[in-house]
């Protein structure tokens, strides 16, 4: 789950990482009633990246200026997100630009702290560019990420004197919060000694969703559409695409092998729903439901190999719950038998080739079935 | 032969009395594979499927001589229960359960390393080796004995992959589901490495998907090692970049990660590459001396 | 820092380990007021062991009873320890008695879980005659105690079903508080099954000195005399005896062996002062206001061995502040030159060999110096 | 010949521009000790007594070959000036600073024992090589070179001991304080099998304390394994049980460690037990061939 950039800095805030002072504000007008030094910087709080490149960032350099650009920035659309909140924040004499992040590493099965002293927007640019100028290290999970490990850093980095205690606590901070909050990604880009002070400019927190349960008092996931979340709400994992063949499988492997197909004979998926392992009757109620509610859906494709998912389940949550439009369905492995039967009592035949049952879905969406 | 399992291991199933840990009891000792205790607190003494039941994993390790693990507990539970396996000194320890906190994983791949152990998975459906023993729930009909290893971050599409060696009477030496998840304790270096050594193994089949740099280091590896011909197949070409598809692993972090890289890596290694699912067995066919 | 039952079974609370449900009174008549099931156990509440032994512990049937049992223990001389607290606990009918510690273990370097099936009053007994019946286990701090440690542990005690979960739980929070407080000590003994419960009946916390630098929100320390806490304001480590020889020295080792000299000789000392390493001029001062306050001491005695304490700012702290008693001085080591000079100045002898000092200071305390 | 550290012992002075620290590195420059780096965290780029002074240790050792540390920085700091030594792969790690939480040794010794290095303390005088080397803050002018190496848990008797040694003309091997906490890095025994095999050390003086039981353990030792004389001698004979005297390390638990079970136990593995620290060198006289 991400969080928007106010609210990372107000857990930060909390963790004693400094951040600008600032507000989030909804409308042009209340940037009138805060009491903050100009000149101030709006910044457009959406989940999506590349909001500076899109306008979604402006300086203004007084109150009347700032209502001003807050009231272009607001009800902006950024790459499909539109904007309606804006952070206000005092604008700080950046010297120089750092970036500081924890995340999880795959190689090393780690958390790792990733820096560079060529902090700022392009950093992607510089690990391709010029990776000897990023300093990446993973974590030892049970000993953790000491203070000498931060001045460790903070020395790689080039910081020296009072700068190097004070990015030394922003990084022990960055990490416990990283722990304390299950975070995938703790992100400072850039980083910035501005002021003779090092503080956090910007801020991205990626909370992992496995761990959600543990983790009280985050503020509501907004990264999801109402379809989306609604499947969250049963453990059932929902992606929004923008064809018209909605789409249920069973494992990350084989949804992504499913619109794979369907791409491969000319179909273009509206959705895609992994009921997962061990999917229940009622699992698969709510994914026909959710699948099919989205506008502009002509035809249903489930692709079904049961392995913890027995097709007898899959069977009966799909004959209890029919739905509207034309479905093509594979089904095959654990239970097979059970639930082609099943099926069949309802009239509806079964596919156990998945390349064929993908043709007739295609066929199906385009009105030839 | 077979890799990491076959008839000398012995299994202690872990959340034995929860609904997917007794269907699936059930479906190993089908299978014919050693399951010799389970474990769940404070029902030590009872049985199921005529297994012995115990509190601990210690207990029940002296009594019986299990030397693996599955783990079916639920996923809140599930590190406690890996680090409980591994501080028996259990290997393989298999887990099956999906939506760990990836830093609980991270704690039990560091212990492991740390005892020098083996985990499968999180999020993985385990490990077959055929006619010989099973950890997980891969479905016990689609195996029959034969010459290709399978090494795969899916499930379902290790069955697909499975079955249709079955039909085409190749028949498989082992398959191993290493987990969707992004922190994983086996990867596909790990299983190609078993499989060059292997003997029987003939071929070997890897499925991949889009998400992290695994397949390039695999990649890697089979140009500098692997002997036997390997096929390929990427799941994920057609994935909107940066939307996730259903768990953690399969996000595109930057340049790397995308099934073209992927793919691209794989065959400069010598690997065929299908281009669905369905093509995979024709090339393993092609490329069987 | 020792704490009282009461207070340790307030953060026992706090950490849901399950404690008879009670309070603590400082008059009898207060027992009146209190809403408890009866019968109840009224237990004198002081820091010195044994007080089931002296009569501290005792039965009440009805709350007149109580009041009554109150009077009798409230003010009573426990091992030199005055009861000015009570504990009024509803009884439990006890089914077994377990023992449950977590401490520091010099020999693993470790904090280690302690447990036996066979707790109660006569625990030490059990581990110098049984030691098989004693279960001891090393604890990695990294990895630290985990819910499969506890459960390990529950069953190697013999608990079974809903109780061996209901046991791992108090066990991981023993553990947890045991770190969290900096605890040397954290002992329930005994830990009792009583009406299908697994609960602590008593509770004994020690929280390690160097740590209270860290740990706020605790009670104040009740262990030490008047002289004691002020040597402790002081960073001054000082202990009461019952002899007439105030004793100075630096260094735990040296002071001991200042004790043992002076028993040598046919001296007793009243108190013993350690001014430890590096002591200042100032330290030296506290050091001599804290020793001869304690009524009774006819000498004093003054053992210093310069190391990382420099004679010359103890002969300075000793100048500036000359006590009133007759005193003996042994002055060697660091800045021994300089320190005997300042001395000379002043009029005082110092002597090399302590042996030499130690009877002097006997001789002294004789009233024949 | 010395044990533990020598004229190659390069050593680092963590917590260098502190009062303890500096006062202690000029002592150590001139007992003739290598001090070639000192630490303290924002003032990299200094010099104390003309010692470069980094930020970090990793610095240090790189720059210096520093290959020892001595720390004197304040307790609540010490635990990660102690890690970040042993990551460093510093070793000795002579840690003086008193006053250290229990649980934070803890940390310290464990890490050290993962790593294979060694920790001396905390709370301790260090270790002295006479006319060789010194690490931490015995006073120089008591050591001559000599016959006899000193191990002790208290800082103050081992210089009277070392002193009497010195005045007698018997001189020293090396001396070394253990430290008075209850969680110590290097033990009695450690330091028995270092003098038992160094050739130049004739004899061996240990010096003990009540509490705990490290006396009884070393009795055993030396029972089985020393065959060079040992004189001890143990303070706290007449200490009242329980009560607490200067440090953690003397509280009498139990029936164990008292002075009466250490001098039976040391008596009875052959060691000649002294009654007052004065008695000591005469006895060392006598035994030594």
């Given at each position: 789950m991400k969080l928007h950039e106010y609210q990372a800095k107000e857990i930060f805030a909390r963790y004693s990482i400094p951040v600008q002072k600032g507000a989030v504000v909804r409308h042009p007008e209340e940037i009138l009633g805060l009491d903050l030094q100009y000149p101030v910087v709006l910044k457009a709080q959406v989940l999506v990246g590349g909001r500076g490149k899109a306008g979604g960032i402006k300086l203004a350099e007084k109150p009347s200026e700032s209502v001003e650009k807050a009231r272009a920035i607001l009800g902006m659309d950024i790459k499909g997100e539109r904007v309606t909140r804006l952070l206000v924040a005092e604008a700080v004499d950046i010297q120089q630009e750092y970036y500081l992040a924890f995340t999880v590493d795959r190689a090393t099965r780690c958390l790792v702290v990733v820096a560079s002293a060529s902090g700022g927007i392009d950093i992607e640019e510089v690990a391709r560019r010029t990776p000897e100028k990023i300093v990446k290290e993973p974590i030892d999970p049970f000993l953790g990420f000491r203070p000498f490990h931060a001045r460790q850093i903070g020395r790689r980095l080039g910081f020296a004197d009072a700068h190097l205690g004070a990015f030394a606590r922003i990084a022990e901070s960055l990490y416990q919060l990283t722990t304390d909050l299950d975070a995938e990604l703790a992100e400072i880009n850039p980083l910035a000694v501005a002021g003779g002070q090092v503080i956090a400019v910007d801020a991205k927190l990626i909370i992992d969703d496995n761990a959600l349960y543990r983790q009280k008092g985050l503020p509501e996931n907004e990264e999801l559409t109402g379809l989306e979340r609604d499947a969250r709400t049963h453990d059932l994992s929902y992606v929004e695409l923008d064809g018209d063949i909605a789409v249920i499988g069973n494992g990350a492997g084989l949804v992504m092998s499913t619109l794979d197909m369907l791409d491969h004979f000319g179909g273009r998926p509206a959705n895609v729903l992994d009921v997962g392992g061990g999917a229940s009757e009622e699992a698969m109620k709510q994914a026909l439901d959710i699948v099919t509610r989205k506008p502009g859906v002509r035809a249903l494709f489930i692709n079904i190999f049961g392995g913890i998912t027995r097709c007898d389940d899959i069977a009966r949550g799909l004959v209890a719950n029919l739905p509207q439009v034309p479905m093509s369905v594979r089904l095959t492995g654990t239970n097979e038998e059970e639930g082609r039967q099943i099926l069949q009592q309802a009239g509806i035949s079964a596919s156990v080739d998945p390349e064929e049952a993908a043709k007739k879905a295609v066929v199906l969406a385009r009105g030839q079935g | 032969m077979a890799v990491l399992i076959d008839e000398n291991t012995r299994v202690l199933v872990q959340g034995i009395t929860g609904y997917q840990g007794e269907f699936h009891t059930k479906q190993m000792l089908a299978f014919g594979a050693k399951v010799v205790a389970g474990t769940s607190p404070g029902k030590g003494g009872t049985r199921v499927h005529d297994v012995p039941v115990f509190d601990t994993v210690a207990e029940a390790a002296v009594e019986t001589g299990a030397n693996a693990s599955c783990i079916f507990v639920p996923a809140r539970f599930a590190m406690d229960a890996a680090l409980e396996a591994i501080a028996a000194r259990l290997s393989p320890v298999v887990v099956i359960t999906e939506h760990i906190p990836v830093q609980d994983a991270i704690q039990v791949m560091t212990y492991a390393r740390q005892k020098g152990l083996r985990v499968i998975g999180p999020n993985c459906p385990g490990i077959t080796s055929a006619g010989k023993a099973k950890i997980g729930i891969?479905?016990?009909?689609l195996f029959r004995p034969g010459r290709v290893g399978v090494v795969s971050r899916s499930g379902t599409l290790t069955y697909e992959i499975v079955a249709a060696l079955t039909q085409a009477g190749i028949g498989e030496t082992t398959a191993i589901g290493?987990?969707?998840?992004?922190?994983?304790?086996?990867?596909f270096v790990d299983a190609l490495e078993l499989f060059q050594k292997?003997?029987?193994?003939?071929a070997i089949v890897l499925i991949g998907e889009i998400g992290g740099s695994a397949e390039e280091t695999a990649a890697a590896y089979i140009k500098a090692r692997v002997t036997k011909p390997v096929v390929a197949y990427v799941a994920g070409r057609t994935a909107p970049p940066?939307?996730?598809?259903?768990?953690?692993?399969a996000v595109i972090a930057g340049t790397e990660g995308t099934a073209a890289s992927k793919v691209e890596a794989l065959s400069a290694a010598g690997a065929v590459v299908a281009?669905?699912?369905?093509q995979v067995v024709g090339l393993v066919k092609a490329h069987l001396r």
């Open positions: - | 891969m479905p016990n009909h290493l987990g969707g998840d992004p922190v994983i304790g086996t990867t292997d003997p029987a193994t003939e940066g939307k996730r598809m259903g768990h953690a692993g281009e669905l699912p369905g």
